[in-house]
């Protein structure tokens, strides 16, 4: 799957700034550069030092006359097989106009480099042995991080820190099967058995760590997408204005009539390096009476939608104001959920109070007093939110001090699953004496299983799969 010929791609973002980059990559990367690049001092090209800068000029040549100077650059040497891709790679440092660097790009596939694929330069990287394909992923992520928290957890995974573990797994799967493919194979030899039950007593052990893994994607899973944040409450207890002090600015329309937010809203804010998504919906009341609207119906059913797949539900209830029947419905609705009580509008005196919730919900369930207006409160229910999940507050551990490696991503999760699944089979099957050809089978499954997760078995379907979701350039 290795590649000969020579790539290049613009590697800065689009739209005009003071610099832009047009990379080159492959074989052919010293070909095409004197073509259209004039150092201001005179290089070698087969022989340059990788890790230089070179200034000089890109110029446009003619059949029939001297090269045009274009634009003054700086060109970057990265020599293979020290470079990101392992190639020989030359980024070309230009003025940041959208025809520039458009320009110098164009000479570059006039002169012999073709252009780049999504994601190619970091496929050529993985193919080359620079990264494996974990960390091949990890910088996808890495330039996609909206959040510190998982901006941290792909740098981590891009340093390596989650391939080690992965490999430890591989090495030791790979020690248990290789000796008893090894009895299979070579009945007459004199080669030790494999003992049974301590065999099964090490898969076990594997399949635990295995497991460790794959709970933490539930962790990992938030800090990639963010928390999803619910709002709800019956009309007129004002969500929109929580909605718009947590987010601080007017983003929500506010009014005294009930019933004012039809659809669902949603923005996103950082709270303590976390990606926090918040939905605010309409107000929830009975549709039984005759009194809500077509719209206002649809707008209940993408409310109850949203309470569906919320991570975090913020029950808002109006504390200057009685308990109602509609708020007693709405707390039927969402029982099970990681719920927050926001007793809103703190600022007026209160006719329901922090005590009556122990006798409608039980104790231990977290509620905020907060005002809207004032703003009070705010700050302590942002940290409720965070608090409210357990596996999140693991993972924000995790940030402060050296802890076992998390997975965010689907592909890695369905993988390691399909490990742990077939460790969990071929202890099983060596508890119930079953022949040593099942258990092998079993622990080649989950070998299998860990080799295209980091890509020391894959298919190029599942590369182009993987680095089609690239930006080109990268």
């Known amino acids: 799957m290795l590649e000969n010929d020579t ?34 001092t005179p290089v070698s090209w087969p022989s340059v030092a990788g890790h230089t800068l070179h200034h000089g000029r890109i110029v446009r040549r003619t059949d029939d006359g001297p090269p045009s100077p274009f634009d003054d650059v700086v060109v970057g040497v990265f020599r293979a097989p020290r470079s990101y891709t392992g190639e020989d790679v030359a980024e070309i440092t230009c003025h940041g106009g959208t025809l520039i660097i458009q320009s110098v790009l164009d000479l570059c596939l006039k002169s012999g480099a073709r252009l780049a694929e999504p994601g190619e330069f970091t496929k050529r990287s993985f193919l080359n042995g620079k990264l494996d394909l974990v960390q091949a992923e990890a910088v996808a992520d890495l330039i996609a991080a909206r959040s510190e ?15 080690k573990t992965l490999q430890e ?19 007459e030899d004199d080669i030790p058995a494999l003992e049974k039950e301590p065999a099964r007593i090490r898969i076990c052990a594997l399949e635990e760590r295995a497991n460790a893994l794959l709970e933490s994607y539930r962790e990992g899973k938030i800090l990639r997408e963010g928390i999803r944040v619910t709002l709800t409450g019956r009309p007129n207890v004002g969500k929109s204005s929580l909605f718009n002090a947590l987010l601080q600015e007017d983003r929500a329309i506010v009014s005294d009539v009930p019933g004012t937010t039809r659809d669902r809203l949603e923005e996103s804010l950082i709270v303590q390096g976390v990606s926090v998504v918040l939905h605010d919906t309409a107000g ?45 419905d709405i707390l039927e609705m969402i029982r099970g959920k990681n719920t927050v009580w926001v007793l809103n509008k703190s600022d007026r005196p209160p006719r ?59 592909r890695h999760a369905g993988l390691i699953e399909t490990a742990r699944d077939s460790l969990r089979s071929a202890a099983a099957a060596i508890g119930r004496g079953e022949a040593d050809e099942c258990v092998a089978s079993d622990l080649r499954k989950a070998l299998e299983a860990l080799s295209e997760l980091t890509g020391d078995k894959v298919v190029e379907d599942v590369l182009k799969t993987i680095f089609s979701r690239f930006c080109v350039g990268k």
């Open 352 to 410: 329901f109070k922090p005590d009556d919730i122990i006798a409608l919900a039980g104790k231990g369930v977290p509620s905020i007093p907060a005002s809207a207006v004032t703003g009070d409160g705010v700050p302590v229910l942002k940290q409720a939110i965070l608090k409210s999940l357990p596996a999140l507050s693991q993972g924000l551990r995790s940030m402060e001090k050296e802890t076992p490696p998390s997975i965010t991503n689907r």
């Open 284 to 328: 929830l009341r009975s549709m039984t009476d005759g009194s809500s609207s077509g719209v206002e119906t649809e707008g209940i059913r993408r409310a109850r939608q949203s309470l569906e797949r919320a991570d975090v539900v913020l029950f808002v209830i109006d504390s200057s104001s009685e308990w109602t029947r509609e708020d007693s």
């Open 149 to 163: 928290s998982f901006r941290k957890t792909a740098f981590d995974q891009l340093q390596g820190r989650l391939s």
């Open 7 to 40: 790539i290049a791609a613009i590697a800065t973002p689009s739209g005009e700034g003071g610099l832009g980059i047009v990379r080159l990559s492959g074989p052919g990367t010293f070909d095409v550069l004197p073509k259209i690049f004039v150092p201001a």
């Open 169 to 187: 797994l591989r090495r030791e799967l790979l020690d248990i099967l290789a000796h008893l493919e090894a009895n299979l194979d070579f009945v």
